[in-house]
């Protein structure tokens, strides 16, 4: 059923450094592609999003990249801290139905 | 703070039993969308409810069905419990593309 393929399951940086997540999807109708960040006990929270007429958003330490051709996506966070650490998703979206990437376990060690 | 919000927040229901969630999402958005977390996984779209009509359906058996409501409150009811529909249940509401979740219903079945 997973219409968005996230990668690495699991990740661990040490403070200061870069984490970077990459998800794939299929389906060229998909218009808007955002990444969550969830920590325990909570439901998942919009961190940063983009639509496909551009190839980077940037907002504080989090990066969007973009490549439509590749149907490909990433999270870049710059200068990782241990607050960081969270389980962070993928998804992507048409017409108000959006599917998740499976997740990325961050672990910011300090 | 999110604006929506879900009760109960855990519950423990026996094999065979049927529990309806219910969720109360944020005033003036027309659109709220079901999804089943299993532990260590992503979100799974269950369906979504716009204007009180279901709007689209994941790969969910029918023993899963919902109620939206007038004043944007909704119900996710769950019949013949079965052992793997334990996990946490998130209730999002949404106008244009933006998705705001709750915290999420803890669903465990003994």
């Known amino acids: 059923q997973q219409q968005v393929k996230q990668s690495p399951q699991s990740l661990i940086v040490q403070k200061g450094g870069i984490s970077i997540i990459n998800c794939a999807y299929e389906n060229t109708a998909f218009d808007y592609f955002p990444w969550y960040q969830q920590f325990p006990g909570k439901g998942p929270a919009l961190l940063i999003a983009i639509r496909p007429d551009v190839s980077e958003k940037k907002e504080g330490r989090f990066t969007i990249s973009f490549n439509k051709s590749a149907k490909q996506f990433s999270l870049h966070i710059m200068d990782s801290q241990p607050g960081d650490s969270a389980t962070y998703f993928c998804a992507a979206s048409y017409n108000n139905d959006m599917r998740f990437g499976a997740g990325t376990r961050l672990t910011v060690k300090p | 703070e999110t604006g929506v919000t879900q009760s109960p927040t855990h519950l423990i229901k026996t094999r065979g039993q049927q529990v309806t969630l219910r969720c109360s999402s944020q005033?003036?958005?027309?659109?709220v969308s079901w999804y089943q977390q299993a532990l260590g996984q992503g979100p799974q779209f269950i369906f979504q409810?716009?204007?009180?009509?279901?709007?689209g359906r994941g790969n969910f058996p029918p023993r899963f069905s919902g109620l939206q409501f007038p004043n944007y409150s909704s119900e996710l009811n769950v019949n013949a419990l079965e052992l793997d529909d334990s996990a946490l249940y998130l209730c999002?509401?949404?106008?244009?593309?933006?998705?705001?979740f709750g915290s999420g219903t803890r669903l465990t079945v003994v």
């Open positions: 999002a509401s949404s106008s244009d593309y933006g998705y705001t």
């Open positions: 409810y716009y204007r009180e009509e279901e709007n």
């Open positions: 005033s003036g958005h027309n659109t």
